[in-house]
């Protein structure tokens, strides 16, 4: 059974307004079709019905507002819109508990409220990270429960979420999309939607499985190569080499129809997705009698990160001659990425934490950040003003180098900050003329391999 409808745009009910959810219907809805948010939270949900736009990612509040009475954009907190809808995307969160294991609570409750409502014709997308095998042997019969058969009246496809945060608006209209059906035309319906929808290359694979795996590939790959990055650090520390002339020089020979490609090192990794998702492989093979050791060290190479950050901004006060127990450290940047203001997982989180440890007096100051959250996760009221967080500092540490803090006027601050202080370079990359600068103006530079 075809699973599309032949005569007209397809109408898409997108189940999670969170992140994901959110970017994927303003880009449908750019693009002329007819979707309608479905989100259990009745707080967000009025939010974006008044406009409002509860995600710091660049684009999308402009793209909201332009949408705003167009009705091709619609919100619900129920589930019966999805009866004129064609297509359904799952988009809701599966974290993963304190044991590491991945959580489908918010899964299998969308699906007992879709399995009763789904009708002949539809197409059930999921897009929320799973093990590999759960489309098939979770999804599948709780949408089964309700009396339709997949394959004979519905259709079921994987199509993983791969966005980055900051560039998520672009990448939905450019990146090809993964296509991995519980059958042959399930698959076929979702490739011909996404290129009827956004325009955009899907490619299709034999089965759910092998696209539930390229989504834990893709973020086990950046997880590795920012951990090769953060050792690779540590090693150009002890040398005192910088390790951005080291990646520049290793990046530039071929290798495997491409070149070697070592990413940034950093104060850490964060994010819901890469804290998550490499356990969830791991996991899976464990289930399987696989040990997957890389990831394990992996990780502890990258949640190590944030120790070695506080530990190297405390030795490099006290070589200055200035005792961390009592210093003002400026935190610039609080967010787990540059330019978002998005503050799950983030590092910056423990190299507070160990800073406050020793005594440090920390101020904090992120302009793309919630104040609350700032406030309610840091356990320190964030300043209002970049001016206020570093008057009297001994150390500006930028821990996420968003744009404003590239353009930072260090010759103003200066008159600004206690002196001796240290520039801690977390995630700002500044150049070496920067560098040169900042030793010119009386500050002490430090960098993460740098």
Not at 37 to 66: F, K, T, Y
Not at 108 to 118: G, T
Request: charged share 25%; glycine share 10%; proline share 6%.
């Amino acid at each position: 059974m075809r699973f599309l409808p032949d005569s007209r745009e397809p109408k898409v009910a997108i189940v999670g307004f969170g992140y994901v959810g959110c970017c994927l219907g303003v880009a449908l809805a750019e693009q002329g079709l007819y979707v309608t948010g479905i989100d259990r939270d009745p707080r967000l949900v009025a939010q974006l019905e008044d406009g409002r736009c509860h995600i710091a990612e660049p684009g999308l509040p402009e793209a909201l507002e332009r949408l705003r009475g167009t009705g091709r954009l619609t919100f619900s907190t129920g589930y019966d819109a999805i009866g004129d809808a064609d297509v359904i995307v799952i988009a809701v969160g599966t974290p993963i508990g304190p044991d590491r294991l991945l959580v489908t609570r918010q899964l299998e409750e969308v699906c007992a409220e879709l399995a009763p409502r789904l009708r002949r014709g539809h197409l059930v997308v999921v897009k929320s990270t799973v093990s590999p095998g759960a489309t098939r042997n979770l999804v599948r019969p709780l949408l089964e429960a309700g009396g339709l058969v997949q394959g004979d009246d519905f259709g079921l496809v994987y199509c993983p979420e791969r966005l980055s945060e900051g560039n998520a608006l672009s990448e939905l209209r450019e990146l090809p999309i993964i296509v991995g059906g519980c059958d042959p035309e399930s698959t076929h319906s979702a490739t011909e939607f996404w290129k009827r929808a956004l325009d955009v290359p899907a490619w299709e694979y034999t089965s759910s499985e092998v696209a539930e795996i390229v989504k834990l590939a893709d973020n086990w790959w950046i997880d590795h190569n920012i951990a090769l990055a953060n050792d690779l650090a540590r090693l150009c520390d002890a040398f005192r080499v910088d390790v951005l002339e080291v990646i520049g020089g290793a990046n530039s020979l071929p290798k495997g129809g491409g070149h070697v490609n070592i990413l940034l090192p950093s104060v850490g990794v964060g994010g819901y997705c890469l804290t998550k998702d490499p356990w969830i492989t791991w996991n899976a093979a464990r289930e399987r009698g696989v040990r997957l050791e890389t990831i394990e060290t992996v990780r502890a190479v990258n949640d190590a990160m944030p120790r070695y950050t506080h530990e190297t901004i405390s030795a490099e006060l006290a070589r200055a001659g200035r005792d961390p127990g009592g210093a003002k450290v400026a935190v610039l940047g609080a967010a787990f990425k540059n330019n978002t203001g998005d503050l799950r997982s983030t590092p910056v989180k423990p190299v507070v934490d160990g800073l406050r440890a020793v005594g440090a007096v920390v101020s904090l100051y992120d302009p793309l950040a919630d104040p609350a959250e700032l406030r309610s996760l840091m356990g320190v009221e964030p300043s209002a003003t970049l001016e206020e967080a570093v008057t009297g500092a001994h150390c500006l540490a930028v821990l996420a180098g968003h744009e404003p803090f590239q353009q930072l006027d260090f010759a103003a601050l200066r008159e600004r900050v206690s002196s001796p202080c240290l520039v801690f370079d977390g995630r700002a990359y500044y150049s070496p003329e920067t560098v040169e600068e900042l030793r010119r103006l009386g500050f002490g530079y430090r960098g993460i391999g740098r």
